[in-house]
C-alpha cells in the first residue's frame, strides 16, 4: 500500500475495488502521534450484501477444486508476507501502537499461520470406523461449510484474520472479512495481497466499516460460518444471534479477565518476568493479559518489590524504538476505561 492518495481506500469486493454504496468515511490514526494513517470507505448493510452475494456465487466453483489447488494461492500470500516482514511491522505499530518487536511478531505468526494452513492441505482428514453392519465400515470426510464471515480485531491486525481465513479457504469455504475499524490499513494491505495472489473473484471478499456492518455478517442467513475475535460483550452476541439461526455455527474468541498465581515455591525470577510481560505487552490489551496477580503471603513481600521495581523501569514511548517496552493505548477512549477501572481498584484497596 503506498501514501495516502486524494481518495480513500475502497472494499475488494467480487475481485474489484469499490467504494461501495455510502459516501461516508472515516480515518486510521497512529495511536502514539495522532497522525492520520489513511481515509477509508465506511462499509454499509448493502456492502455487507453484495459481498455475501459474490461470496456466495464464487462457492461451487471453488469447493470444487483440490485442496492443494486451493493452497497454491495460500503460498504465494505466505512468500508476499515473509518478503514484506519489516514494512508491515512497521504498518501493524503505527496503527495499532504496540512496539515494534510485538509489530514484527504479529506478521510472524501471521505468515507461520498461512504456512501451516497450506501445508496442510497436502494432509486430508478423514475418519475409516466399522460399522455395526457385518462387512460395512462408515466413513467420515470433512466438507467446507459455505461462506464464512470474519470479523477480526485490532489488537493482531495481520496475525488474527489469518488465523481465521487461511484454513476456512484451504478447506474451501469463501470469505467474507470485516477488519477492525481502529486498524483498516492492515485490512487493505491483505487484501492487496489477495488479489496480488490472483485468488479467483468473490472468493475471498473484504468489507471496511464498524460494528452495523459486522452485524450484518453475522445475522445474514447466506453465511454458514461466524469466526469473531474480539470482546467478551460483543461475542456473547454475536453467539445469540447465531444460535437462533439453525445451522448456522460460531466460533467466538473473546477477552477475558486473567489471574496470575505466584505459589510460595515459584521460582521469582521467572514469576516476575512473566507477570510483567503478561501485565504491560501489548499495553495490557491482549485477551490473555493479566488483571490481577495473587501471590502466596510467604513470598509476598519479595515478589512485590522485584515487580514494583521493574514495572517503575518499564519503558514507555515511541513504540517504533527497538528500545521500547510498552507503546500507547489504542485510543483515547480506551484510556480512559483503563484508568476508571485503577481508581475503582484503588478504592477497593488493591494491594
Given at each position: 500500500m503506498n501514501?495516502?492518495?486524494?481518495e ?8 474489484e475495488w469499490?467504494d461501495g454504496e455510502?459516501?461516508?468515511t ?5 495511536p502514539?502521534t ?5 481515509t477509508f470507505?465506511?462499509?454499509?448493510e ?6 455475501l452475494?459474490e ?5 461451487e466453483?471453488?469447493r470444487?477444486l483440490s485442496?492443494?489447488d486451493?493452497?497454491e ?5 505466505y512468500h508476499?508476507?515473509r518478503e514484506?516482514t519489516e514494512e508491515l511491522?512497521e504498518?501493524?505499530t ?5 512496539e ?5 511478531a504479529?506478521?510472524i505468526?501471521a505468515?507461520h499461520?498461512v504456512?501451516?494452513a497450506?501445508g496442510?492441505?497436502?494432509?486430508p482428514?478423514g475418519?475409516?470406523i ?8 462408515a466413513y ?14 485490532w489488537?493482531?491486525p ?10 476456512a479457504?484451504?478447506e ?5 472479512w ?6 483498516p ?9 489477495f488479489e496480488?495472489a ?8 473484504m468489507v471496511?466499516g464498524f460494528?452495523?456492518?459486522g452485524?450484518?455478517i453475522?445475522e ?5 460460518t461466524?469466526?469473531?475475535t474480539g ?8 453467539a445469540?444471534?447465531?444460535a ?5 455455527l460460531a466460533?467466538c474468541?473473546m477477552?477475558?479477565?486473567?489471574n496470575v498465581?505466584?505459589?510460595?515455591e515459584a521460582?521469582?525470577d521467572?514469576?516476575v518476568h ?5 501485565s504491560f505487552k501489548?499495553?495490557?490489551?491482549r485477551c490473555v493479559?493479566?488483571e ?6 510467604d513470598v509476598?513481600d519479595e515478589f512485590?518489590d522485584?515487580?514494583?521495581?521493574l514495572?517503575?523501569?518499564?519503558s514507555?514511548?515511541?513504540?517504533l524504538?527497538?528500545d521500547?517496552f ?5 485510543e483515547?477512549?480506551?484510556?480512559e476505561?483503563v484508568?476508571?477501572?485503577a481508581?475503582?481498584?484503588k478504592?477497593e484497596?488493591?494491594n
Open positions: 501514501d495516502q492518495t486524494d480513500p481506500y475502497q472494499h475488494y469486493i467480487g475481485g469499490t455510502s459516501t461516508e472515516f480515518d486510521s490514526e497512529n502514539a495522532g497522525e492520520t494513517l489513511g470507505q465506511r462499509g454499509t448493502a456492502d455487507i450484501d453484495t459481498a452475494a461470496a456466495d456465487e464464487a462457492y466453483e471453488w470444487e485442496h492443494i486451493r493452497a494461492y495460500l503460498w504465494d500470500i508476499e508476507l514484506r511491522a504498518v501493524v503505527k496503527e495499532c501502537g504496540k515494534i518487536s510485538e509489530g514484527r504479529d506478521v505468526e505468515y499461520m504456512e501451516w497450506a496442510d492441505a497436502r494432509h482428514k475418519d475409516v466399522p460399522s455395526e453392519i457385518p462387512a460395512k465400515d467420515m470426510r470433512r466438507k467446507p461449510r459455505g461462506v464464512v464471515g470474519c470479523i477480526t480485531p489488537n493482531f495481520v496475525a488474527i484474520p489469518f488465523w481465521h481465513m487461511a484454513v479457504l484451504v474451501g469455504n469463501t470469505v467474507v470485516k477488519p477492525a475499524e481502529q486498524t490499513w492492515c485490512g487493505q494491505i491483505i487484501a492487496e495481497m496480488d490472483g485468488i479467483p473473484d468473490g472468493v475471498f471478499n471496511q460494528g452495523d456492518a452485524a450484518s453475522v445474514d442467513e447466506r453465511v454458514d461466524v469466526l469473531f470482546s467478551a460483550e460483543v461475542g456473547h452476541e454475536v445469540e444471534k447465531v437462533q439461526q439453525p445451522g448456522k466460533a474468541e477477552g477475558g479477565k486473567n498465581v505466584i505459589t510460595e521460582d521469582l521467572i514469576a512473566s507477570a510483567l510481560m503478561t501489548t499495553t495490557g490489551q493479559s493479566s490481577r496477580i495473587v501471590v502466596h503471603e509476598y512485590k522485584r515487580y514494583v521495581e514495572a517503575k523501569n518499564v514507555v514511548g515511541d513504540p524504538d527497538e521500547t510498552m507503546g500507547p493505548l489504542i483515547a477512549g480506551h484510556k476505561k484508568t476508571k477501572y481508581e475503582l481498584a478504592k484497596g488493591v
